[in-house]
Structure formats: structure tokens, C-alpha cells
């Protein structure tokens, strides 16, 4: 049978809101692709240049920053303008929203709780005992937004900054980046879930918390009727992997059963 009937046979209404969607996003990736180029070029430069010409470069690059920050969102602004306009099956949009919120690209609301870590108050003296450990660190945020999952949260966030499937929190020098955005304590952890099962699960005998309180870190879990959590600043973005279609999976498990 001909391959392009068959093509024609199989194409929805409904697939063509989406498709027009993936060519915004796609856009939207390559510009943002190329404008990171183009001011990767700039920064090559950098390494004869003084302290007064680095603050400058660095000055212009945040504001360029910025400008695409800006930019990015009011595409994002468009695309969801988009969608509210031309998906009016409720099956597909339906499955849109859950996309939106397991890609972290929707702000979402409803109860949970807020951690709020600050460093000790002798921190800030080098000569105290083990000073190193009196600071929050990226491990010590990591390893809570994982045992914020593992007790059923639903959306976290630090200092504003969403964490999704691609969120990197690691340290650089002095500080913490979260998404690549720079975060200073006190350290605001929001979390929506069920406030209950949330607070106790970071309240056990021997967890994060209790250890960072040892260390005298300043904590404070409050349970919260309603949490409003932002969507990602930047959307995550794919360049090596592939969606996998059903035919070609059915296809690899086929293969792996004959083996």
C-alpha cells in the first residue's frame, strides 16, 4: 500500500495544533541556540582584558541575558495564547496540561511546605571548628528536593527557581546555582504536596534536616494551606535525545525478546 495514503489515512485535526506548537518551540531552541552562540564568541576574548574591562563584558552579557530571558518568555506568552485558542478537543488539551506540568513550563498552586535553611551565625569566621560545615551547601539542597520526592512532591522549588527534569544545582566558587541562576541564603524551599505526609517525611530521626540542624543550621519547615510555584524560566531543551515512537519501542522489545 502507498506509503504517503497511508500517512494522509493516519493524520488527525487534533495532531495539527501540536505540530504547530513543536515548529514554535523549535523557533524558539534555535534562537536561543544562536544567540548563546554568538555571545559565546564574546567571551572567547576575554583573557587579556583588565578588571575594569571584565566588569564591563560582564555587564553587557547580563543584560543580554536578560533581553533573551525577556524574549523567551514572551514566546512561551504566545505559544500558551496559542493553545488556549486552538485546542478545543478536551482529550488533547487535557494531555497538553499534563505535558506542561511534567515539563515544569506551568506556574502550578495548592498546599504544601516551605524549608527555610540559613547559614550558622559563625559561619562567617574561618577559624571556627569545621566552619565548612556550617554553611548549606548544592549537596545538602540536592539531597532535600530528592526526599521532598520521595515523600510525594509534586512541584519544587528554590528561590524561585523551578526545579525540573533538567535542573542542575551545583556549586560555583562561593555560591550555589540553580537552573545556572545564582541563589544566596537563606534558602527558600517551597513544595506542594500533602503538607502531612511532607513535613513528616523531612522531619525523621537522622534525616537531612536533623543533621543540618546539628551543624547549627537555621531551619524552619512551615506546613501551608497554599503554595504558588513559578514555571521554569528557561524550558528545557533536547539536542541529542529522541522521542521514541510506539512502532519503533514495540520494534525494540521484539528484537530483545527474540535474543
Given at each position: 500500500m502507498n506509503k504517503r495514503f497511508n500517512l494522509k489515512r493516519n493524520i488527525k485535526p487534533s495532531h495539527i495544533p501540536i505540530t504547530v506548537v513543536s515548529l514554535c518551540f523549535g523557533g524558539m531552541i534555535a534562537f536561543l541556540l544562536s544567540a548563546n552562540m554568538s555571545g559565546s564568541k564574546i567571551v572567547k576574548n576575554t583573557t587579556d582584558m583588565n578588571r575594569?574591562?571584565?566588569?564591563?563584558?560582564?555587564?553587557?552579557?547580563?543584560?543580554?541575558?536578560?533581553?533573551?530571558?525577556?524574549?523567551?518568555?514572551?514566546?512561551?506568552?504566545?505559544?500558551?495564547?496559542?493553545?488556549?485558542?486552538?485546542?478545543?478537543?478536551?482529550?488533547?488539551?487535557?494531555?497538553?496540561?499534563?505535558?506542561?506540568?511534567?515539563?515544569?513550563t506551568t506556574a502550578l498552586k495548592g498546599p504544601g511546605i516551605t524549608i527555610t535553611l540559613d547559614d550558622t551565625?559563625?559561619?562567617?569566621?574561618?577559624?571556627?571548628?569545621?566552619?565548612?560545615?556550617?554553611?548549606?551547601?548544592?549537596?545538602?539542597?540536592?539531597?532535600?528536593?530528592?526526599?521532598?520526592?520521595?515523600?510525594?512532591?509534586?512541584?519544587?522549588?528554590?528561590?524561585?527557581?523551578?526545579?525540573?527534569?533538567?535542573?542542575?544545582?551545583?556549586?560555583?566558587?562561593?555560591?550555589?546555582?540553580?537552573?545556572?541562576?545564582?541563589?544566596?541564603?537563606?534558602?527558600?524551599?517551597?513544595?506542594?504536596?500533602?503538607?502531612?505526609?511532607?513535613?513528616?517525611?523531612?522531619?525523621?530521626?537522622?534525616?537531612?534536616?536533623?543533621?543540618?540542624?546539628?551543624?547549627?543550621i537555621d531551619v524552619k519547615v512551615e506546613k501551608k494551606n497554599e503554595i504558588v510555584i513559578s514555571a521554569l524560566k528557561v524550558k528545557p531543551t533536547l539536542v541529542n535525545a529522541t522521542v521514541v515512537t510506539a512502532d519503533k519501542e514495540s520494534n525494540t522489545q521484539s528484537k530483545k525478546g527474540a535474543k
Open positions: 575594569d574591562q571584565l566588569l564591563v563584558q560582564y555587564m553587557k552579557l547580563s543584560e543580554e541575558n536578560a533581553k533573551l530571558l525577556e524574549e523567551t518568555e514572551i514566546m512561551r506568552l504566545r505559544i500558551d495564547n496559542f493553545l488556549n485558542d486552538q485546542l478545543s478537543d478536551p482529550d488533547v488539551q487535557a494531555q497538553v496540561d499534563e505535558l506542561r506540568v511534567l515539563a515544569g551565625k559563625n559561619s562567617g569566621n574561618p577559624s571556627s571548628p569545621d566552619a565548612s560545615l556550617m554553611v548549606v551547601h548544592d549537596s545538602d539542597l540536592y539531597v532535600l528536593v530528592n526526599e521532598l520526592k520521595s515523600s510525594g512532591a509534586e512541584a519544587v522549588e528554590i528561590n524561585g527557581q523551578r526545579v525540573g527534569a533538567t535542573t542542575a544545582i551545583r556549586c560555583a566558587g562561593p555560591i550555589i546555582q540553580v537552573n545556572s541562576t545564582s541563589i544566596a541564603p537563606p534558602f527558600v524551599i517551597n513544595a506542594i504536596g500533602d503538607p502531612d505526609i511532607l513535613y513528616g517525611g523531612m522531619n525523621f530521626p537522622n534525616g537531612t534536616l536533623s543533621w543540618l540542624k546539628t551543624m547549627e
